[in-house]
């Protein structure tokens, strides 16, 4: 089964701790999701980013953290993974 991650915003204009602003999308404020999709464009898994909240995927190595969490079900099992530049690195791909 070929996956892919990628981040995504919901768009939120309210108030919120955990809001993003991100000036080159359409949605230029909402909340940031990482989503794991397959071939179809189903979500199979998704993570809503907290910030400096987020204790899960704080200190270096961030986006290896994502993958690692997203992937977890799915590791060993045969799973082709997509990703772009920002979730690619050498230590990840020594996993």
């Not at 602003?21 to 359409?26: D, F, G, S, T």
């Not at 199979?44 to 910030?51: F, I, L, V």
Request: proline share 1%; net charge positive.
């Amino acid at each position: 089964k070929r996956l892919t991650i990628d981040e995504s915003i919901v768009q939120w204009r309210g108030r919120l701790g955990i809001r993003q602003y991100i000036p080159n999308k359409r949605h230029k404020y909402g909340v940031k999701m990482y989503v794991l999709t397959d071939t179809n464009g189903i979500t199979q898994k998704m993570h809503m980013y907290c910030g400096s909240h987020d204790i899960d995927l704080k200190g270096k190595g961030h986006a290896e953290k994502v993958v690692m969490m997203l992937m977890e079900d799915y590791l060993n099992a045969g799973h082709s993974l997509y990703t772009d530049n920002f979730y690619n690195s050498v230590s990840l791909a020594e996993k």
